[in-house]
């Protein structure tokens, strides 16, 4: 992820490892969201029940901040960096950034034939509780080597 290309050469990721304590804290925080969403939220705990059965579990989270490409870009909808700064809105290529570093972590883990899939659920329990600090935008990848993936029967 850390080598991934990056938008104007600007790295705004972050990544941390999360196992053990973590991990325990990032399942009962995801099972607490889904509980709080009612029925619409039982993916959560089925993800959550799919983390607990990892190994371990990588998150990577991205900054909002802008490339300073100015009103030569506005592909994030507003007239220029500044003005999607002031919206609180993400740059365009923020998301692109962590998608293109999310997509390299998964293919060198599946070209060691580690099982693993992208969840958001695991981004929006970590940025509730502050793995990443001010990194808003979070997505997780749940590592496994068993017998049996535990993706697989979702």
Do not use: Q
Not at 18 to 23: A, S, V
Not at 80 to 99: E, K, N, Q, Y
């Amino acid at each position: 992820m850390r080598t991934a290309p990056k938008a104007c050469g600007i790295d705004h990721l972050e990544t941390a490892v999360l196992t053990e304590g973590d991990k325990k804290k990032l399942t009962a925080e995801m099972r607490r969201i889904g509980e709080s969403l009612g029925e619409e939220g039982d993916f959560f705990i089925r993800d959550a029940n799919n983390v607990e059965a990892s190994g371990a579990v990588v998150i990577a989270g991205a900054k909002y901040e802008t490339r300073g490409l100015g009103e030569m870009c506005s592909l994030c909808g507003f007239d220029g960096c500044s003005a999607c700064s002031g919206a609180g809105a993400a740059c365009v290529f923020t998301p692109l950034d962590l998608g293109i570093a999310l997509g390299s972590a998964v293919a060198l883990v599946a070209d060691n034939r580690v099982d693993s899939r992208i969840m958001f659920t695991i981004g929006k329990a970590a940025a509730s509780l502050g793995f990443l600090g001010e990194y808003k935008l979070i997505m997780g990848i749940p590592l496994s080597v068993s017998g049996k993936s535990p993706f697989f029967d979702r």
